[in-house]
């Protein structure tokens, strides 16, 4: 097994292999007040026509368009103002050639009018009005179904739900909507040597953090995190953690997954299931281990930080969202930049390249955040997202235009 750690696999290559083994997470209806982020699992259509009735577009007077045909400064048309409405009010009156009513933003369009005089193009004084301008038909008139029609689709099944979206469909009488349920994650942290947060490590002792690392990371890509604490070095407490965590649907460790004598993880998952790949040619985290156990996914994460973070983000991440049956895997914004740099890398390997983006005019600039070790956090919180660098690629030159991954959330300084 330490050998075949060696023979590394492409990402490309991983990846085939692992989306023949996760499976599609069922079906659930949830209210809309709860679904932000949640996926939708198939496609909505609008029940009702958005406005359901014409209305006016601004404050002012709903007029017949016809009446101000020819209408000038020296020529003025003249109008009385039979009626006055608010947004939550309609009209008893018609309106008829020679007459207006006054509306708010977002009152009905009274009989008879077809266009809305804006209240400063217009003059009233003791009920008449003096329009100079001319209108024409519809102006200022929010038709029937101009928004949204009865029966169009609002949002298309795999895609995952925004603020906006959830507006859209409580406006169209959606109150609970078909979501794929969220994967469950049971997140491990193996090594002897890690202690609690909030504990003081002795000489050889380390804080465990990667824990926290992937349960908000699994929040941001839509899974349910569940933490399971820290595990000793130790084969059979591991294989008892394994087995006790495949409540879940998915299981992530992070550490013992290299090939020093008490890295066991990947011995285990062959002797209890099946290893899908060990080792991918990237760095960092390339000593990722990905298998399966009974019908559940193992992801096996390097034990350094900035590593547990690339590869979750190249392959425990996207497959979360997967599971869930989203349309867009890598929910991480991208941004072009320029680099101030020259970046090597070396072929046959993918490198992911920490970067700090500043503008420059109005032109983004990406600077690498020199530091190659995978333990060394604060290169992450340095940086604004991550450069990738594929196998193909013999490095960029300074001034290449180049994509960057932000990081999420957002924290936009450019």
């Known amino acids: 097994m330490k050998d075949g750690f060696r023979q590394l696999v492409s990402i490309q290559?991983?990846?085939?292999?692992?989306?023949?083994?996760?499976?599609?997470?069922?079906?659930?209806?949830?209210?809309?007040?709860?679904?932000?982020?949640?996926?939708?699992?198939?496609?909505?259509?609008?029940?009702?026509?958005?406005?359901?009735f014409e209305r006016s577009a601004m404050d002012g007077y709903a007029v017949r368009a016809e009446d101000t045909f020819g209408c000038s400064q020296t020529n003025p048309a003249r109008m009385q103002i039979i009626d006055q409405i608010q947004i939550y009010e309609t009209s008893q009156k018609e309106v008829h050639s020679g007459t207006a009513i006054q509306v708010a933003t977002g009152s009905?369009?009274?009989?008879?009018?077809?266009?809305?005089?804006?209240?400063?193009?217009?003059?009233?004084?003791?009920?008449?009005?003096?329009?100079?301008?001319?209108?024409?038909?519809?102006?200022?008139?929010?038709?029937l179904g101009e928004d949204v029609k009865k029966g169009d689709l609002l949002l298309k099944k795999g895609h995952a739900l925004r603020p906006q979206d959830l507006t859209i469909l409580i406006s169209s009488g959606i109150?609970?909507?078909p979501v794929y349920k969220q994967p469950r994650v049971a997140?491990?942290?193996?090594?002897?040597?890690?202690?609690?947060?909030?504990?003081?490590?002795?000489?050889?002792?380390?804080?465990?953090?990667?824990?926290?690392?992937?349960?908000?990371?699994?929040?941001?890509?839509?899974?349910?995190?569940?933490?399971?604490?820290?595990?000793?070095?130790?084969?059979?407490?591991?294989?008892?953690?394994?087995?006790?965590?495949?409540?879940?649907?998915?299981?992530?460790?992070?550490?013992?997954?290299?090939?020093?004598?008490?890295?066991?993880?990947?011995?285990?998952?062959?002797?209890?299931?099946?290893?899908?790949?060990?080792?991918?040619?990237m760095r960092p985290g390339s000593p990722i281990a990905v298998g399966k156990v009974q019908d559940n996914l193992i992801f096996c994460l390097p034990g350094f930080p900035v590593s547990t973070m690339i590869a979750f983000e190249v392959f425990t991440g996207p497959t979360i969202r997967k599971m869930q049956g989203a349309s867009v895997t890598d929910p991480r914004p991208k941004v072009k930049a320029r680099l101030r740099?020259?970046?090597?890398?070396?072929?046959?390997?993918?490198?992911?390249?920490?970067?700090?983006?500043?503008?420059?005019?109005?032109?983004?600039?990406?600077?690498?955040?020199?530091?190659?070790?995978?333990?060394?956090?604060?290169?992450?919180?340095?940086?604004?997202?991550?450069?990738?660098?594929?196998?193909?690629?013999?490095?960029f030159e300074k001034d290449t235009e180049v994509e960057i991954s932000l990081y999420l959330p957002l924290s936009v300084k450019f």
């Open 108 to 143: 009905p369009i009274p009989k008879g009018a077809n266009a809305v005089i804006k209240i400063e193009e217009a003059e009233e004084e003791n009920g008449q009005l003096e329009i100079h301008f001319p209108t024409v038909p519809g102006k200022h008139v929010m038709k």
């Open 341 to 395: 740099t020259a970046i090597p890398s070396k072929l046959g390997r993918r490198d992911f390249v920490r970067v700090r983006i500043d503008k420059s005019g109005n032109i983004l600039e990406a600077t690498s955040v020199r530091i190659k070790a995978a333990g060394i956090i604060s290169s992450t919180t340095r940086a604004d997202g991550v450069l990738e660098i594929p196998e193909n690629v013999e490095g």
């Open 175 to 177: 109150i609970e909507i």
């Open 187 to 281: 997140i491990i942290s193996t090594g002897s040597e890690l202690i609690e947060p909030g504990k003081t490590p002795k000489i050889g002792q380390i804080i465990e953090t990667n824990s926290c690392l992937i349960k908000s990371y699994t929040e941001l890509y839509g899974g349910v995190p569940i933490k399971r604490g820290i595990i000793q070095d130790d084969k059979d407490i591991l294989k008892n953690a394994l087995h006790s965590a495949l409540d879940a649907d998915i299981v992530v460790f992070s550490g013992g997954t290299s090939v020093g004598e008490r890295d066991y993880l990947p011995l285990i998952l062959q002797e209890e299931g099946e290893i899908l790949f060990h080792g991918v040619s």
């Open 13 to 52: 290559d991983a990846w085939r292999i692992l989306e023949t083994h996760f499976k599609l997470m069922p079906e659930e209806i949830i209210n809309v007040d709860s679904a932000l982020r949640r996926v939708v699992a198939k496609d909505i259509h609008s029940r009702v026509n958005i406005p359901h």
